[in-house]
Nanobody
Framework: QVQLVESGGGSVRSGGSLTLSCAVS????????TAWFRQAPGKEREGVAV???????NYADSVKGRFTISQDNAKNTLYLQMNSLKPEDTATYYC???????????????????WGQGTQVTVSS
């Protein structure tokens, strides 16, 4: 069974940086994609960044130029490097994985089968 476990969350001031990690176990049939989502209280869970088998990436407009998604297959780990953090980045961050069906739907929650438990990121002004 596929399992995803996030880590690396914490509290930082505006302009600071954090790196989130997601340890992946189990097998996901190719083609696949792995993504980071986030959800703030009272808001919908939204896609932040995605990476597929070939290293193709995409980002939400709100984080483009500030966040970088990457993966280390040897360590079975997904990363999200977050720079220039803003208070509006405050949320619980989740990693997600699933079979790649339609890449254009990467920001849809229903596109992913497997989810981590989440890690909290708090950015103060």
């Amino acid at each position: 069974q596929v399992q995803l476990v996030e880590s690396g969350g914490g509290s930082v001031r505006s302009g600071g940086s954090l790196t989130l990690s997601c340890a992946v176990s189990g097998y996901i049939y190719s083609p696949s994609c792995t993504a980071w989502f986030r959800q703030a209280p009272g808001k919908e869970r939204e896609g932040v960044a995605v990476i597929d088998n070939d290293g193709r990436t995409n980002y939400a407009d709100s984080v483009k130029g500030r966040f970088t998604i990457s993966q280390d297959n040897a360590k079975n780990t997904l990363y999200l490097q977050m720079n220039s953090l803003k208070p509006e980045d405050t949320a619980t961050y989740y990693c997600a994985a699933g079979r790649l069906l339609l890449y254009t739907l990467w920001r849809r929650r229903a596109s992913y089968t497997y989810w981590g438990q989440g890690t909290q990121v708090t950015v103060s002004s």
